[in-house]
């Protein structure tokens, strides 16, 4: 005598199938984000009345050391990233629990991704412009 439900056996998934994955890929993501939030906090701060110039070059600075490493660039970079992730988990969560229909949680999740992928590659396109321009 089986313990699983008919639904499980055909499926082959159980109610906790992803859900722990998405659990824990949405608090590695968050607790990456703190220190990463600060830092960008701190960075636009700091840069608050610069000019055009001041700003491109906050980004596009390098570590002295035989090779140049422009640290504010990575960091932006991971913050875009990270925070685009998490936005995704975050986003998908809200489909799941309140889209019904699977038509349309299939689209917005397609929408969503979509989306997010643009963002994040234009972001990061700018990102590598200004690093190569400055």
Same mark, same amino acid.
């Given at each position: ?29 968050a ?10 906090a701190?960075?636009?701060?700091? @840069?608050?009345?610069?000019?055009e ?11 002295n050391?035989p090779v ?7 960091? @932006?970079g991971?913050f875009i ?5 998490h =936005?995704v988990?975050?986003?998908? =969560? ?16 397609l ?5 997010t ?5 234009v ?5 590598l412009t200004?690093c190569?321009?400055?």
């Amino acid at each position: 005598m089986s313990m699983e439900t008919p639904l499980h056996r055909v499926q082959g998934l159980g109610a906790s199938h992803s859900g722990v994955k998405h659990f824990w890929r949405q608090r590695m993501t968050a607790a990456a984000l703190v220190p990463l939030s600060i830092w960008f906090a701190w960075a636009v701060l700091g @840069l608050v009345g610069a000019g055009e110039a001041q700003v491109l070059g906050f980004i596009a600075r390098s570590l002295n050391g035989p090779v140049a490493i422009p640290l504010n660039a990575i960091l @932006l970079g991971a913050f875009i990233v990270i925070l685009l992730y998490h =936005m995704v988990l975050g986003l998908q =969560m809200v489909v799941d629990d309140y889209v019904h229909h699977n038509g349309g949680k299939i689209f917005l999740m397609l929408f969503i991704r979509a989306g997010t992928f643009a963002v994040g590659a234009v972001s990061l396109y700018a990102l590598l412009t200004i690093c190569r321009t400055v």
